[in-house]
């Protein structure tokens, strides 16, 4: 029952993150969906991982392979970050579009690690079986 409660943690605050980046693109003030590009990221993010996990034999120590996809994982999620920043600062979109897609990226970036923890474990209830 414990796994179901972590899901639906997961999946409200997933749909927060999205409302968040929505909200950036979707507002009369603001009014440009450019923004939407961070979707991509987010898709993007998890699979250096999830490869690297599928590849690694030995999960305990570091190899090059886990070491190589977080360091891709990393550059994606800087990525994610620095998209909405270069549209403000080259007048795009507003400011406050973009606060509200880094707080949407904070949030789904979130999640997604909170995925990774509770159900990326080698237990019994892993995220293999969703």
Same mark, same amino acid.
């Given at each position: 029952?414990?796994?179901?409660?972590? $899901?639906?943690? $997961?999946?409200?605050?997933?749909?927060?993150?999205?409302?968040?980046?929505?909200?950036?693109?979707?507002?009369?003030?603001?009014?440009?969906?450019?923004?939407?590009?961070?979707?991509?990221?987010?898709?993007?993010?998890?699979?250096?991982?999830?490869?690297?996990? #599928?590849?690694?034999?030995?999960?305990?120590?570091?190899?090059?392979?886990?070491?190589?996809?977080?360091? *891709?994982?990393?550059?994606?999620?800087?990525?994610?970050?620095? $998209?909405?920043?270069? *549209?403000? #600062?080259?007048?795009?979109?507003?400011?406050?579009?973009?606060?509200?897609?880094?707080?949407?990226?904070?949030?789904?970036?979130?999640?997604?690690?909170?995925?990774?923890?509770?159900?990326?474990?080698?237990?019994?209830?892993?995220?293999?079986?969703?």
């Amino acid at each position: 029952m414990a796994g179901i409660k972590a $899901l639906v943690a $997961l999946s409200f605050s997933g749909a927060l993150g999205l409302t968040f980046l929505l909200l950036g693109c979707a507002l009369e003030q603001f009014g440009q969906y450019w923004p939407m590009f961070v979707l991509i990221f987010y898709i993007l993010s998890p699979l250096p991982n999830l490869i690297s996990r #599928r590849h690694a034999y030995d999960t305990d120590s570091s190899n090059a392979c886990k070491e190589l996809a977080y360091f *891709l994982t990393t550059g994606i999620v800087v990525s994610a970050y620095g $998209l909405p920043i270069v *549209l403000a #600062r080259k007048e795009v979109i507003q400011w406050g579009a973009c606060g509200l897609v880094m707080a949407g990226n904070s949030v789904i970036f979130l999640t997604i690690l909170g995925f990774f923890l509770i159900f990326g474990g080698g237990d019994d209830f892993s995220w293999e079986q969703w």
